[in-house]
């Protein structure tokens, strides 16, 4: 396995060759920036939504950039480890939408003004930690041409699994009845019937990205007792290995839901920079 090191050396000259140079320099962030983790974080609205971009010391070349799905800021060391290597940092606060159309109706908003007013590439890279999952898949799954890769961390793939459950007869998890609740006021669904038949829900929903070859990372705790693995990690990782679409995975024996990530971000890192440097270009 190539280092770290190797691959902050190698990204920028991947990245120059997949995106051509931007036409005018890009609009610069709004608000007055503070710090995260040493570096300029920028706090400001679109569409009247409240977001966050962190902005690296040295953008690479074509501004490519990852999305974190929800929980901004936690178990982080992989979101840092990019900014490090050039890549911007984004995040969007829609929170108890669980990756509902409600929410990706904001989603295409941040990121139309990710592009258009401040030059970032067109294919965002995706971090889906826990109930984050929702929104990366959604995402993924109705813009498979506008999506990088999607690295999942011990993520909501199934809200059945989770907020459903074992309460409701759905999973072998212990869900969250206010959860649950606030889930299908998000989605609109009037009966529990209708939120248990919708179609979209993201494990059911993995064709569109497997058809794009969208590249997955799946890292979680075998032992995972509030998202279960088996109905939402690891059922991912077989449909989707059935559907013919790249995925990997790497499972820490013996861990619950927490902690999140890796000690060694490398894999993370890694995989990012693989799925860039064979992207498309636009």
């Known amino acids: 396995m190539r280092t770290l090191e190797s691959w902050l050396i190698t990204i920028a000259w991947v990245v120059v060759a997949l995106n051509p140079a931007q036409s005018g320099d890009p609009k610069p962030f709004p608000g007055t920036p503070s710090k995260w983790q040493g570096f300029a974080r920028h706090d400001f609205q679109v569409g009247g939504t409240d977001a966050t971009v962190v902005v690296p010391d040295k953008p690479l070349p074509g501004r490519p950039w990852v999305w ?126 209708e939120a248990v038949a919708y179609k979209l829900n993201p494990v059911d929903n993995l064709a569109p990205l497997a058809k794009a070859k969208v590249p997955l990372l799946l890292v979680y705790g075998d032992a995972d007792t509030l998202v279960p693995v088996k109905e939402n990690s690891e059922a991912v990782f077989e449909r989707y290995t059935r559907l013919g679409g790249p995925v990997e995975r790497v499972v820490k024996p013996g861990q619950d839901h927490h902690p999140h990530g890796l000690k060694d971000v490398t894999p993370v890192v890694e995989f990012f920079a693989q799925a860039l440097a064979a992207a498309p270009a636009k």
């Not at 990366?136 to 999506?147: E, K, M």
Request: proline residues 6%.
């Open 68 to 193: 974190r799905g929800e929980f901004f800021g936690a178990f982080a060391d992989a979101d840092a480890a990019l900014v490090k290597a050039g890549w911007h940092l984004a995040y969007l606060k829609v929170p108890d939408l669980f990756g509902s159309p409600k929410a990706m109706a904001k989603w295409e908003k941040f990121h139309a003004a990710m592009l258009g007013e401040y030059g970032l590439h067109h294919r965002p890279g995706l971090i889906g930690l826990s109930r984050g999952g929702l929104y990366c898949l959604n995402w993924a799954a109705a813009h498979p041409d506008q999506t990088l890769a999607v690295y999942l961390d011990n993520a909501v793939c199934d809200f059945k699994s989770w907020p459903g459950g074992k309460p409701r007869g759905l999973g072998a998890g212990p869900g969250s009845e206010a959860e649950w609740k606030k889930l299908l006021a998000a989605y609109d669904f009037k009966t529990n019937a």
